[in-house]
């Protein structure tokens, strides 16, 4: 399948870095508004630099457009490549409200087209060999799920110090604005919808607690007040509640405790591919039933080779991608594709918008089940 990149910020490194690891895939061209991003990029790689969208999705060359974009530029980017007949594999948001979310489905769906919306670590080694634990009812009937999206307070840190391996920084003022609900809900989002099916309502509430002045003091966040916090609880329409928190401002946290019949079975740490999965059971002494301090490991279905770049997370960002070429080669929808993205992103909005009124929100979306990967 042949890729083009629209966006080489920040994220472009993480794609870059993993896109190696799929030579099903093949990097066509490139384009940014920062034109010698762009330049720089295609400079190195020896392909094609854009100067336009019309230019890029005029290209026959081109199979699919990798939206990287700033997100609130998702919808419109996104909507203009499926017009003109391509593929669309877009960073997370798909877009920022739920008809607009709702319009890229349907455009796609009418064009016979697949669009799909990051992120993709439900593909992964760990998350496959839960959902592989789960089918397999390890830990029993499941009841509830604990998430946790925790990321620290990171207007401490020094985060105009981060910077990609092509030397492009964080785009800090996009991720205050645009918020960490939105940027990283999709997380857990995706791997619970896959393990436990489609969500029918959801009971949230978000703040801001960070005053704006204070993440950035040198600019004005536009808007100032988007939640930095969330917590949701999530009904699923097979009886599994979870409960997923999401923060700039918890300790990091990224662990997660499906909780069932017969113990607990959970991981530290959903950024990794390959996280240990760990089961406790319970145990039962005298009239007392508690859970073991012991911790068994669960295998994972396969080894997870260590991906080239620096970062906070271990993650194959290509992954998705080249499951959509696999889908095209195949003749089928791509796992990620269509009403499952649309599902989550419908989800992730709905919790940033729950803000402190906590008014249960029905679904209005729903998607067919997911089939796992090959090797798992």
Same mark, same amino acid.
């Given at each position: 399948m042949r890729i083009a990149i629209l966006g080489c910020g920040y994220v472009s490194d993480y794609y870059l870095k993993t896109l190696p690891l799929h030579p099903q895939l093949t990097l066509v061209g490139?384009?940014?508004?920062?034109?010698?991003?762009?330049?720089? /990029?295609?400079?190195?790689?020896?392909?094609?630099?854009?100067?336009? /969208?019309?230019?890029?999705?005029s290209d026959t060359e081109v199979d699919t457009i990798l939206n990287l974009t700033n997100p609130r530029a998702h919808y419109h980017l996104?909507?203009?490549?499926? %017009?003109?007949?391509?593929?669309?594999?877009?960073?997370?948001?798909?877009?920022?409200?739920?008809?607009?979310?709702?319009?890229?489905?349907? /455009?796609?769906? @009418?064009?016979?087209? %697949?669009?799909?919306?990051?992120?993709?670590? =439900?593909?992964?080694?760990?998350? %496959?060999?839960?959902?592989?634990?789960?089918?397999?009812?390890?830990?029993?009937?499941v009841r509830l799920v604990y998430a946790e999206m925790d990321d620290g307070l990171v207007h401490k840190m020094p985060y105009d110090q981060w910077v990609s391996g092509e030397g492009i920084p964080w785009p800090s003022q996009d991720e205050f604005e645009v918020g960490c609900t939105l940027e990283h809900a999709g997380y857990y989002l995706t791997w619970l919808t896959m393990f436990f099916g489609p969500a029918i309502s959801v009971t949230a509430f978000s703040s801001c607690l960070i005053p704006a002045e204070e993440k950035r003091p040198d600019v004005t966040l536009?808007?100032?007040?988007?939640? @930095?916090?969330?917590?949701? =609880?999530?009904?699923?329409?097979?009886?599994?509640?979870?409960?997923?928190?999401?923060?700039?401002?918890?300790?990091? @946290?990224?662990?997660?405790?499906?909780?069932?019949?017969?113990?607990?079975?959970?991981?530290? @740490?959903?950024?990794?591919?390959?996280?240990?999965?760990?089961?406790?059971?319970?145990?039962?002494?005298?009239?007392?039933?508690?859970?073991?301090?012991?911790?068994?490991k669960y295998p994972l279905v396969r080894k997870v080779r260590r991906f080239n770049y620096r970062g906070a997370q271990q993650m194959d960002f290509c992954r998705?991608?080249?499951?959509?070429?696999?889908?095209? %080669?195949?003749?089928?929808?791509?796992?990620?594709?269509?009403?499952?993205?649309?599902?989550?992103?419908?989800?992730?909005?709905?919790i940033q918008q729950a803000l402190e009124i906590g008014t249960p929100?029905?679904?209005t979306t729903r998607f067919d089940p997911m089939t796992p990967m090959p090797w798992a």
């Open positions: 490139c384009l940014d508004q920062q034109s010698e991003r762009a330049q720089r /990029l295609a400079q190195r790689l020896g392909i094609r630099q854009y100067n336009t /969208l019309e230019e890029m999705v996104s909507k203009i490549a499926l %017009q003109a007949g391509k593929h669309v594999y877009s960073e997370k948001p798909l877009a920022m409200t739920i008809p607009e979310a709702k319009e890229l489905a349907e /455009l796609a769906k @009418d064009k016979g087209l %697949q669009l799909i919306s990051a992120p993709c670590s =439900c593909l992964s080694e760990t998350a %496959q060999t839960l959902w592989k634990a789960l089918r397999e009812n390890v830990v029993g009937p536009v808007p100032g007040d988007t939640p @930095d916090f969330s917590v949701a =609880c999530i009904k699923f329409a097979s009886g599994v509640v979870a409960r997923l928190t999401c923060s700039i401002v918890a300790p990091h @946290d990224h662990s997660l405790r499906i909780i069932g019949d017969g113990g607990v079975m959970g991981i530290e @740490d959903c950024w990794y591919y390959g996280d240990p999965i760990y089961i406790q059971r319970l145990v039962k002494i005298r009239r007392r039933v508690l859970m073991s301090p012991l911790k068994q998705g991608v080249a499951e959509l070429a696999t889908a095209l %080669q195949e003749g089928r929808p791509s796992r990620l594709a269509g009403d499952f993205s649309l599902h989550n992103n419908e989800l992730a909005i709905a929100y029905l679904l």
